[in-house]
């Protein structure tokens, strides 16, 4: 590469995982230009729309996210979506080297009868964050719900379905989906874990939260409360897991309330069938109980429970899209690779954190991919927190910037900032810049004003790329 240009990075996607890579690359000792590509209008990814509208803290991070990409060498094209308008191919005649961040947005699947008719966590999650590639509507008559699941997504889902449509209208819902929350007749939802409070995934602050709203009471059978020697180490070795577990217990012996809606948590439970009638509607959720082996699993007992219920959900775990073109690990749904250097084909070295079997000890010596790169749940798995991706964003920088001071990577024949932009006109694509985000940014932040809220969310793609224009809301 001539020392007289910028190293030129492209990062497919602008979630935090995204916007991490180009933080560490702007932040790195190498004169480096970097254009991120969105495949939505606007950016931000699982902070957009996949963060309940009930958690302005959590949407805050946007605010270190802006920061970022404030910084020069530091482009944004949204409304690309690679592997359609434009191919990874493509991207190799105008970057030195390609990091696809594109997340996690399908459900993963499970393999009991019936299993068919549960809902996935992600469409619903897409419903309710406004994702215009997901329902405009949703469906919300079932009075008794379950969700299988014992994340921090599950507890989302629960307490979205358990609080009323009014409580969360002055959240930044657009209309469309406050009018199905208000027509939202649970009055019980029945959140379900196979095994203890000492392996639950919630993190202590969003089961707190579930008793912020006066509409619901929280409720835990103190029979779940139980610990084995492995649970009582894992409370010890993790202050998390502790206070979780002295959450719960608050919960088990908490008075009842008069609050209109009931939120179970059920440990111990086991999912085994869900019962449906002629029609397919559901009717019945059937679980087995379970009971701790002493090393934190938990064995089948024999006993079976019958849920009368009209609609379950299944928060067990988002996977990734396949990559176009580029190799795929079919076990793990996620690009295979080396600490973030995509490899040529198998399983990744890495793995999926806590799932035995998933890696490959064998994948260090394999064929590298020359100028790939992954960071973020398409190169892990949809584990750990928005934090935990930082860790996985400095590492494949930090490889991709010594394979680049070793001369590999991509030998681009248009390098040059301005021809992407000539590239991108001459393909008719109408993208969407970072000034076009502070338009629509402002224009949103307009229209929550007037009705006294923050924000309320654009969901259409048109009438974000009509806001997204700096002269469009003149």
């Not at 969360?168 to 874990?193: Q, W």
């Not at 040059?416 to 000539?422: F, G, R, T």
């Not at 008719?428 to 924000?455: N, S, V």
Request: negative net charge; hydrophobic residues 35%.
């Amino acid at each position: 590469m001539p020392e007289n240009r910028p190293l030129r990075v492209a990062v497919i996607g602008s979630g935090p995982a995204g916007i991490y890579a180009s933080d560490a690359l702007a932040k790195s000792d190498v004169d480096v230009s970097v254009d991120i590509y969105e495949r939505m209008p606007a950016p931000f990814g699982l902070i957009r729309y996949g963060v309940a509208p009930d958690h302005p803290r959590i949407k805050g991070i946007i605010k270190s996210l802006h920061r970022v990409l404030d910084k020069p060498g530091v482009r944004l094209f949204g409304h690309v979506n690679v592997g359609e308008d434009v191919t990874h191919e493509e991207l190799k005649e105008f970057y030195d080297a390609v990091i696809y961040a594109t997340g996690a947005t399908d459900d993963k699947s499970l393999g009991f009868p019936g299993a068919e008719h549960t809902i996935g966590a992600g469409q619903f999650v897409g419903f309710y964050d406004a994702n215009p590639h997901f329902k405009e509507s949703w469906n919300l008559e079932a009075e008794s719900v379950a969700v299988i699941g014992v994340g921090n997504v599950a507890l989302d889902i629960a307490r979205v379905l358990a609080k009323t449509g009014d409580e969360l209208r002055v959240t930044e819902i657009p209309d469309n989906v406050y009018e199905s929350l208000k027509e939202n007749k649970a009055k019980e939802v029945h959140v379900f874990g196979r095994r203890g409070p000492a392996q639950a995934k919630f993190t202590p602050l969003e089961l707190k939260e579930l008793n912020y709203s006066d509409t619901i009471e929280v409720i835990v059978n103190p029979e779940d409360i139980q610990y084995d020697a492995a649970s009582e180490e894992a409370r010890r070795s993790s202050k998390i897991t502790d206070m979780v577990c002295t959450l719960l217990e608050q919960y088990a012996i908490a008075d009842p309330t008069d609050a209109p809606h009931k939120l179970y948590l059920h440990f111990f439970e086991s999912p085994v069938e869900v019962k449906t009638d002629e029609s397919g509607q559901v009717t019945s959720f059937i679980t087995e109980r379970t009971e701790l082996t002493g090393e934190g699993r938990v064995r089948g007992t024999g006993e079976f429970n019958e849920w009368p219920v009209q609609a379950v959900y299944r928060a067990v775990g988002y996977k990734s899209d396949p990559v176009h073109s580029l190799p795929w690990d079919e076990n793990s749904n996620v690009l295979p690779n080396v600490g973030g250097r995509v490899l040529t084909e198998g399983p990744t070295a890495d793995g999926i954190a806590g799932v035995p079997g998933t890696a490959d000890p064998e994948a260090e010596n394999r064929e590298r991919l020359p100028g790939v790169y992954t960071t973020g749940w398409v190169r892990r798995g949809p584990v750990g927190l928005i934090g935990n991706t930082k860790g996985d964003a400095n590492e494949a920088v930090a490889n991709l910037l010594e394979d680049h001071a070793n001369g590999i990577g991509f030998n681009p024949s248009q390098p040059e900032e301005e021809a992407v932009d000539k590239w991108l006109a001459e393909k008719g694509i109408q993208h969407t810049t970072w000034e076009g985000w502070y338009a629509l940014d402002k224009y949103e932040r307009e229209l929550g004003e007037a009705e006294g809220r923050e924000r309320k969310k654009v969901r259409e793609i048109a009438d974000m790329l009509k806001y997204s224009n700096t002269d469009a809301t003149e």
